[in-house]
């Protein structure tokens, strides 16, 4: 369905398409949609590499973990990167340097995403926050930068936080992409290899 009604979005938001597509179809997959043209992952990735850092929905996070995951089930196809997956994957880069960036010396993520920086005391939206930049980096950075310091010290800071707000109602947007951040930060510095969300609480 979502393939199908892809002209229908209006708002050229196909960042949940893609993550959809990341897990039920090949990168190089093409269809032939509701208005009767030839769409594919090519073109929705084109679409979403246009729109500038930080545009979009959380800071623009939601976009980048749509790029990230599309572009990490292209690596593990073994097809080349190169056009609009070149772009997106250096604008999935420039948000990793934006995070680095605007990182708080407690180890939070800026409040302003990728922007600016930006600091609360306010647990929920830390959560909220950080939650949608370190899943970003849970997702796009290889093994070996997951590993230094700054990003050790958002896991940390993040892990804080979940205890800090153990038995606390919580919005549960934030809380998922949290915790998907947080499960897969866990899983790949365990030395498992990149599981889909959809697998990702299999033991």
Known sequence: QAKWEAPRN????????????????????????????????????????????????????????????????RRREGLPIEGPW???????DAGVEGAKAYQNA????STNYLAR???????????????????????HLPDERLREPWVQRGATRMAEVFEATRGFPLECG???HAVHGLLLYRNRLAGSPYVPPSDVLAP
């Open 86 to 92: 070149a772009t997106a994957i250096a604008r999935l």
């Open 174 to 176: 934030a809380l998922y």
């Open 117 to 139: 920086g930006g600091t609360t005391s306010d647990l929920a939206q830390i959560l909220g926050t950080s939650g949608h930049v370190f899943e970003v980096l849970a997702i």
């Open 10 to 73: 209006t708002q050229l938001e196909y960042s949940w398409t893609l993550m959809a597509l990341s897990q039920y179809e090949s990168t190089a997959a093409t269809w032939t949609a509701i208005d009767g043209e030839t769409w594919s992952v090519d073109r929705l990735l084109e679409i979403e590499a246009e729109y500038a850092l930080g545009d979009g929905p959380c800071g623009g996070c939601h976009r980048l973990v749509g790029l990230a995951l599309i572009c990490e089930k």
């Open 106 to 109: 407690d180890g939070t993520f």
